[in-house]
């Protein structure tokens, strides 16, 4: 059973462009969460998904950021226009229930330039 | 939100030493996880104990839900064992993570 798949590993980013970060959670697991990481810090919750709908957003920046994870494919958090502060390890973990046991991927590190 | 707090957030361990780490959180939770994120920032699931305790070779883990506590035991400490260490509980539809306890294990 594959683990939590999130691509690309590394992004790099001119300031003002998208970035578009991917995760395909375990296999029979429709229980998503987006998370991010500063340098020296923990973890921020961001979004909180189910297939096709989106249960709790309350971490995510109002502006520029979105998320989906749809009926088909992986989840896509999605990052306009960004700028140097967006900078971080995003983090993607996937259960198979809300309280249920999470298992994160390996991260996407992003690097805006 | 609910709050989760690590202590002590610094732990500097000789090799072959035993240590205690402690997550307290301040409302009653479902879930109650562990996680190891090792230097090159992956995390690895320790230990998923909403109530009572569990052993996984040197780690063991114990969670007095009732008091709103959990303790992650390193026996015999190795240097691969160096990290960070998080609590993470769900509540509100989220998992929410401690600042986290940096250990270094030293030959």
């Known amino acids: 059973n594959a683990g939590v798949m999130q691509n690309p590993r590394h992004l790099v980013r001119r300031r003002g462009q998208e970035a578009r970060l991917r995760c395909s959670p375990m296999?029979?697991?429709?229980?998503v969460y987006w998370y991010r990481q500063l340098p020296e810090e923990g973890l921020k919750f961001m979004v909180y998904?189910?297939?096709?709908?989106?249960i709790d957003e309350s971490g995510m920046p109002k502006e520029r950021f979105s998320a989906e994870f749809p009926k088909e494919g992986p989840s896509i958090l999605r990052i306009q226009q960004v700028v140097r502060g967006d900078s971080a390890a995003y983090f993607c973990?996937?259960?198979?229930w809300g309280p249920g046991e999470a298992f994160f991927g390996q991260g996407t590190r992003l690097t805006v330039v | 939100g609910i709050q989760v707090e690590q202590s002590p957030p610094d732990l500097i361990l000789q090799e072959g030493a035993n240590s205690t780490l402690r997550c307290n959180f301040s409302?009653?939770?479902?879930?109650l996880q562990w996680f190891h994120q090792n230097p090159w920032g992956q995390l690895i699931n320790l230990f998923y104990?909403?109530?009572g305790t569990k052993q996984n070779g040197r780690l063991s883990a114990t969670t007095v839900a009732t008091e709103r506590y959990s303790l992650l035991y390193i026996s015999s400490s190795q240097t691969t064992d160096s990290g960070v260490y998080f609590c993470?509980?769900?509540?509100?539809?989220?998992?929410?993570f401690g600042a986290g306890t940096t250990v270094t294990v030293r030959a």
């Open positions: 973990a996937s259960s198979p």
């Open positions: 993470a509980v769900f509540s509100d539809y989220k998992l929410s």
């Open positions: 104990i909403p109530s």
């Open positions: 409302d009653s939770v479902n879930n």
């Open positions: 296999k029979g697991h429709s229980h």
């Open positions: 998904l189910q297939k096709e709908n989106i």
